[in-house]
C-alpha cells in the first residue's frame, strides 16, 4: 500500500551490502547520503541499476515510498521506467 501518493525523484546508489542473509543477489540499490529517505530503506527498481553498471554508480531514479504487509517500507520504482545515470 503507497505511504505517499505522489512520486518523488532520489538520488540511489549500487553497493554491497556487507550481509546478502535473506538478500537477492550481490549488489543492492540504496538512496545516497543526504537524500529525503534513510540508506538503510529498500529500494525496488530496474535490475539494470544492479547489473549493468559498476559498483558505485549514482542514478535518478522516481521512487514513491511503500509499504509490503509483513515486510515494512521500501521505495518502489517500475523496471519500465527510464533512468539517468548520474555517475
Known sequence: MAKI???????VESYKPASTSGLH??????PIKGEQF??????????????????GT????????????GSGEYLYSSYKWPYDVIE
Not at 5 to 11: A, C, D, I, T
Not at 25 to 30: L, W
Not at 38 to 55: G, R
Not at 58 to 69: A, G, S
Open 5 to 11: 501518493s505522489n512520486y518523488v525523484y532520489v538520488v
Open 58 to 69: 549514482k542514478f535518478k531514479i522516481q521512487v514513491k515510498l511503500t509499504d509490503r504487509e
Open 38 to 55: 534513510p540508506q538503510n530503506i529498500k529500494v525496488q527498481c530496474s535490475k539494470d541499476l544492479s547489473k549493468k553498471y559498476p559498483l
Open 25 to 30: 543477489g550481490d549488489v543492492h540499490i540504496r
